[in-house]
């Protein structure tokens, strides 16, 4: 793609509608913050859309605005909100029960939290185990819930007034199942819905019925959603942005960090075993081992395909790599997650580096989501369809093209977020190449 392209980029005007699958602990807090920060109560540390920068041109020409005046992401003030839950909690009572931002927070932010109370969730309790609630769609087939989800999305429209939409996978993680005959082609998921087929989970369900809607669709979680064949050809189909899967918010975060500097300086990798404590209802969720699955695949692949043991086998061939979640009440959302990572260096003499990440699990994916809704919305006006593997920066598991290995550095995965902005823009690309200050 030539520098000189760049994208025609329609104008955010009107309100962008956030459309939630799952109102717990990270919708809330995702919520809680977008409403104190329009009201000055607190900056929105963590999300790029809204603290980042990106240089343009030369280091000389000292251009670097901030991501939000550069490109035309919607701002925080036309903002709207709606979300699906299986408990019939509203937005305040919710985050009150989640636990993750103090009450004081909360209560200055009880008008605007209490108006936003969930629709009925499309709910199976084959794929979530361990939790059940009331607030569900019980009855029909799950064509027929997924057209249930299509009206409820037309519903939130126009009540909302908003003029766009965008929708985000923040819900429980599902149990882990490989995609089967009814993921192959649209046609084949169309007749498995019809059929009920025991194949297709909720979230299937949601993203179907975002894709038919023409709404972007955004997999916070890990298990098989959008990354499907027949996913993959309805966005392209309905020329839709996808993205996924789930947030890297926490351990793999840190991990993203410390494999591609072990890989820069050529040091080998022995092992690496990580466990994490957590107490809010994703751990109630993920104590269950097909929910612990799915999340399994997603933290053990980022190392493997950032350190590439094919390429160098003295280093990196026999890695044993061990992940532990553990359900742990008392912590509530201040996760603890545990890393013993086993080094060698020189001449084979072996080192260790210890992680002791005490962090809020919530606090960390929040700005994750609101700054994927916003370059969702962004990729939609711009007229990006299907898979953005640019928007892999926030993800555990990346999705790409068939057949396309997944950049897991999150270095590289920043540059090539930045690198996709100036081409929006029509900017020069960079590539830290330098020599032009040196002729």
């Known amino acids: 793609m030539s520098q000189k392209e760049y994208a025609t980029i329609a104008p955010a005007e009107g309100k962008l509608g956030i459309l939630v699958p799952g109102m717990g602990a990270v919708t809330t807090t995702l919520i809680a ?3 104190s920060v329009k009201r000055g109560l607190a900056a929105p540390v963590g999300s790029l859309t809204q603290l980042g920068t990106v240089r343009l041109g ?28 299986i408990f019939e909690d509203d937005c305040y009572e919710a985050a009150v029960h989640a636990g993750v931002l103090d009450r004081p927070m909360l209560d200055r932010l009880k008008e605007p939290l209490s108006a936003i109370k969930p629709m009925k969730a499309v709910f199976d309790q084959e794929y979530v185990k361990r939790i059940t609630g009331p607030n569900v769609k019980d009855k029909g087939s799950k064509m027929e819930k997924a057209e249930m989800l299509m009206e409820d999305i037309r519903s939130f429209k126009e009540s909302s007034g908003a003029s766009r939409l965008a ?25 498995g819905l019809m059929k009920s087929d025991p194949s297709i989970s909720p979230s299937q369900m949601y993203a179907y019925a975002a894709l038919k809607s023409g709404v972007p669709y955004a997999n916070g979680a890990p298990h098989l959603t959008v990354d499907t064949p027949a996913m993959m050809e309805l966005a392209r189909e309905r020329q839709v942005p996808i993205a996924g899967k789930d947030f890297k918010s926490g351990q793999t975060f840190m991990k993203t960090l410390i ?11 022995s092992g ?11 751990g109630e969720v993920l104590d269950e081992p097909g929910s612990f699955k799915s ?22 061939k026999n890695i044993y790599h061990k992940v532990r ?23 084979g003499y072996p080192m260790q580096i210890k992680i002791d990440f005490l962090c809020r699990d919530s606090i960390l994916a929040a700005p994750l989501a609101l700054d994927l809704v916003l370059f969702m919305d962004l990729a939609q006006r711009a007229g990006m369809k299907g898979v953005q593997e640019w928007l892999s920066f926030y993800f555990k598991g990346p999705m790409t093209a068939p057949g396309l290995y997944p950049e897991h550095d999150i270095f590289i995965q920043l540059m090539k977020l ?13 590539t830290h190449l330098g020599l032009e200050y040196y002729d």
């Open 418 to 430: 930045k690198n996709t902005l100036r081409w929006m823009q029509g900017e020069d690309l960079i």
């Open 259 to 269: 494999a591609p500097g072990l890989k820069a300086r050529m040091l080998g990798l």
């Open 325 to 347: 979640i553990e359900y742990y009440p008392p912590r509530g959302d201040a996760k603890e997650g545990w890393d013993n990572i086993d080094i060698f260096g020189w001449l």
């Open 33 to 35: 913050g977008v409403e």
């Open 167 to 191: 929708m985000i996978w923040c819900g429980s993680t599902e149990v882990h199942h490989s995609a089967a005959a009814v993921h192959q082609t649209v046609k084949d998921f169309e007749c």
């Open 58 to 85: 030369k280091r000389t020409e000292g251009r670097s605005p901030k991501i939000k005046d550069f490109v035309p992401l919607a701002g925080l003030n036309d903002l709207v909100f709606g979300t699906w839950d």
């Open 295 to 316: 999340k399994e695949v997603t933290k053990l692949s980022a190392i493997e395909q950032i350190l590439q043991p094919e390429l160098y086998p003295e280093l990196y």
């Open 272 to 282: 690496w075993f990580s466990t994490n404590i957590l107490g809010n209802r994703d």
